[in-house]
């Protein structure tokens, strides 16, 4: 018989986890054991941190659903996401980077036209996003579906809505043979992220702001392309340097300008004053 001790533990554990059938999941659990018990170590755990920490993870997972990712929140809020996001995506560096996907995306959106209303008369200030999508070489890349979503004049997304009849606030456009797209919807703002779960507890024992800046999400999934989520960030908006979920970046920080009423990017005319984002997707060919 083995006798456990607090100097052997790590190592027969470690052992153990190695039986993994999976060589990739023998490394990943392995890893795992070593960094938690040298945690544990690190800290002195006591018993009722120990349980406290059980206590946590239970409520997150209590108070998760289809709908309510608050694993992936604390991730998100841990920085691992981004960590994830950035080890997995190193993309030349003129083409858009990636950020994080966040816990609000919804399949199955509706397609729209170019310059289609994605807001569909919620309110808000009229907002433009147009510009093209192109590969590293200038060359426009048609047919590119381009999947969009964002909150509303609220910080709310369809996702934390119960039941919700149409699409609100999401559209898949597809860019045109010359490889522009021109989405319509209205301007986004910073908001909270969701607080009253376990992840909001533990910010709010913290300084750390609670606050994402205004953007929108677009996911672009392009055969023969790199995958690319993202987001587009206002100019000047609140939250930019103390982005909860730390998925800011300079490249996807976009001039918001107001525009008189008048002519539109779409080709139409806006009787009231509105906004225009002009953004190109650069996407690097899958190697
Ligand atoms: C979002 O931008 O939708 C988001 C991302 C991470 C955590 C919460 C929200
Ligand atoms: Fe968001």
């Known amino acids: 018989m083995q006798l456990v001790t607090e100097d052997n533990i790590t190592d027969l554990a470690v052992e153990r986890w190695a039986t993994a059938r999976d060589p990739r999941l023998a490394e990943l659990m392995t890893a795992l054991v070593r960094h938690l018990h040298d945690f544990a170590r690190e800290v002195r755990l006591t018993e009722a941190e120990w349980m406290a920490a059980m206590q946590w993870l239970t409520r997150t997972g209590q108070i998760s659903d289809d709908k309510r990712l608050e694993f992936v929140l604390a991730s998100d809020v841990l920085g691992l996401s981004m960590l994830v996001v950035q080890m997995n995506h190193r993309l030349d560096p003129a083409a858009t980077p990636a950020t994080v996907l966040g816990p609000f995306h919804i399949a199955g959106s509706p397609e729209l036209g170019f310059g289609g209303d994605m807001s569909d008369g919620l309110p ?63 301007a986004p703002k910073g908001y909270t992220i969701p607080m009253d779960g376990p992840v909001g507890d533990l910010i709010g024992r913290t300084e750390i702001s609670h606050f994402r800046p205004a953007h929108i999400h677009f996911l672009l999934d392009v055969p023969g392309y790199e995958p690319l989520i993202t987001h587009l960030f206002q100019e000047g908006a609140d939250y ?19 525009r008189p009423p008048g002519e539109t990017p779409d080709g139409g005319t806006s009787s009231e004053p509105w906004v225009e984002a002009r953004y190109d997707f650069v996407l690097q060919r899958r190697s």
């Open 124 to 186: 808000g200030q009229p907002l433009f996003v147009h510009g093209t999508v192109r590969d590293l070489d200038g060359k426009p890349v048609p047919d590119a579906v381009l999947d969009v979503w964002q909150a509303d004049d609220e910080g709310v997304y369809e996702a934390q809505l119960g039941e919700v009849d149409e699409a609100r606030l999401r559209a898949k456009y597809t860019s045109r043979e010359d490889g522009t797209y021109c989405v319509r919807t209205i």
């Open 240 to 258: 930019l340097d103390s982005d909860v979920v730390f998925g800011t970046k300079q490249e996807l920080v976009v001039r918001f300008e107001h």
